[in-house]
């Protein structure tokens, strides 16, 4: 079975600082696909960023980039020069070839400070 | 492009009542998703569809049904409402694997 793990259920960081926040996953599939959302206050889900398991290089989209570490089974969303508007909770997801069924973790909230 | 639509987006039921969550998609995505979130937590997957008139559990399906009878519509049934089923449901559709869910704004019950 899948299983995603976000082990910090919060995080602070200063304005203009870059953040990592931590997803690690458990899956016997060698194909899947790794999955960050980013939910604000508002609640809405907000697709942020992808890794595909066979993916050679390390996705980015524009300020966040994705740390992956296939050996580990991390995959790390790091966020460059924070903004006050990134203040959300975040989700990591996996999805394997092998189901249709995402499973999410339980996210980290981040509060980024002025 | 309206993508994933759920109606109504808050409702407060009565013990026992029920109702019908509704999800729309406009993008022509054969997977649809039905999750609950409750305060402070992820989400929980109560029922999926891979096409028109295949629908399947999914973690937390006691107390839910779903049908699939077009691509288009995913209505989520609530038969008898209980108050562990306050929660925010969020609707989502995806194409290939590849590709992220699209969600819905979700919907808010309250159950009292």
């Known amino acids: 079975a899948q299983k995603i793990t976000q082990t910090q259920p919060g995080m602070f960081v200063q304005e203009k600082e870059a953040v990592t926040l931590d997803c690690t996953y458990d899956?016997?599939?060698?194909?899947?696909?790794l999955f960050w959302y980013k939910q604000p206050s508002s609640g809405e889900m907000i697709f942020l960023i992808y890794?595909?398991?066979?993916?050679?290089q390390n996705a980015t989209e524009g300020r966040y980039s994705l740390n992956f570490q296939k050996a580990r089974k991390s995959a790390n969303l790091v966020i460059s020069a924070s903004q006050l508007g990134d203040s959300a909770m975040y989700f990591c997801?996996?999805?394997?070839?092998?189901?249709?069924?995402?499973?999410f973790g339980t996210g980290t909230r981040l509060k980024v400070l002025a | 492009n309206a993508g994933v639509t759920q109606t109504p987006k808050f409702r407060i039921l009565k013990i026992g009542q029920s109702m019908t969550l509704q999800c729309a998609q406009d993008?022509?995505?054969?997977?649809m998703y039905w999750y609950r979130q409750d305060p402070g937590m992820g989400l929980k997957l109560i029922y999926y569809?891979?096409?028109?008139?295949?629908?399947d559990k999914g973690e937390v399906p006691n107390g839910y049904n779903v049908s699939r009878s077009t691509t288009e519509d995913f209505p989520l049934r609530l038969e008898l409402a209980a108050p562990s089923q306050t929660s925010v449901y969020f609707c989502?559709?995806?194409?290939?694997?590849?590709?992220?869910?699209?969600f819905g704004d979700g919907t808010r019950l309250s159950i009292l």
């Open positions: 569809s891979v096409g028109a008139g295949i629908t």
């Open positions: 989502a559709t995806r194409g290939q694997i590849n590709q992220p869910q699209h």
């Open positions: 993008m022509n995505h054969n997977y």
């Open positions: 899956t016997s599939d060698p194909s899947y696909g």
């Open positions: 890794q595909g398991s066979y993916d050679q």
């Open positions: 997801a996996i999805l394997t070839s092998g189901t249709y069924k995402y499973i």
